[in-house]
């Protein structure tokens, strides 16, 4: 619960902050973002880079691209511990619902996924799922921008190749990082 007021009060000095600037919101989504993110694909840890196109539709849409290496923590066939690294991808459509205090955009997003694995997680090189989010962005007087993204993302790609067959980048979604908007 501490933790919470905590992040309640930071997001309000934070939108306090970016509200006393000169340069709209609308200003600075339509402007190409460059990112970089930390995030948990079905309990699978990985780092991400992202592009997010200007919007258009009258600033109420935007392309997004992510390039994300994860890493899937599970027992290995010789029963230790290890963590198996693979690169997923996604592209995406993304809808600005709602602007506040010209500092908090709100979102929602949605898009294809594909998992690239190597041989020692699966038989399956490739795989291609979808996946959907909210997000919330907090933009900052020196255009850049911070991220929270939450949602959900269906593979249904298996490591088959380890023991009990775990899923990869399947469920829950949860994503957070920066933009810097160019």
């Known amino acids: 619960m501490r933790k919470a007021v905590l992040f309640?009060?930071?997001?309000?000095?934070?939108?306090g902050i970016a509200s006393a600037q000169d340069q709209k919101v609308a200003d600075k989504r339509n402007r190409l973002g460059l990112g970089f993110s930390i995030n948990n694909f079905g309990n699978d840890f990985g780092l991400g880079?992202?592009?997010?196109?200007?919007?258009?539709?009258?600033?109420?849409?935007?392309v997004k691209a992510s390039g994300n290496y994860q890493w899937l923590d599970h027992i290995d066939n010789k029963g230790e511990h290890t963590w198996s690294g693979y690169t997923l991808?996604?592209?995406?459509?993304?809808?600005?619902?709602?602007?506040l205090n010209d500092a908090?955009?709100?979102?929602?997003?949605?898009?294809?996924?594909?998992?690239?694995?190597?041989?020692?997680?699966?038989?399956e090189s490739s795989s291609i799922g979808g996946y959907g989010l909210f997000g919330f962005e907090?933009?900052?007087p020196c255009n850049m921008s911070y991220f929270i993204e939450l949602g959900g993302m269906g593979i249904g790609a298996k490591a088959d190749k380890v023991p009990t067959s775990p899923l990869i980048a399947n469920g829950?979604?949860?994503?957070?990082?920066?933009r810097v908007r160019l």
Request: net charge negative; aromatic share 14%.
């Open 8 to 15: 309640f009060a930071f997001a309000i000095l934070v939108s």
């Open 172 to 178: 829950f979604l949860a994503s957070v990082g920066f």
């Open 104 to 123: 908090i955009n709100l979102y929602g997003e949605g898009g294809l996924v594909l998992a690239l694995t190597d041989n020692t997680l699966s038989t």
């Open 89 to 99: 991808l996604r592209a995406g459509l993304s809808g600005v619902n709602m602007s």
């Open 138 to 140: 907090f933009f900052m």
């Open 49 to 62: 880079l992202n592009v997010t196109s200007p919007t258009f539709f009258g600033g109420h849409m935007a």
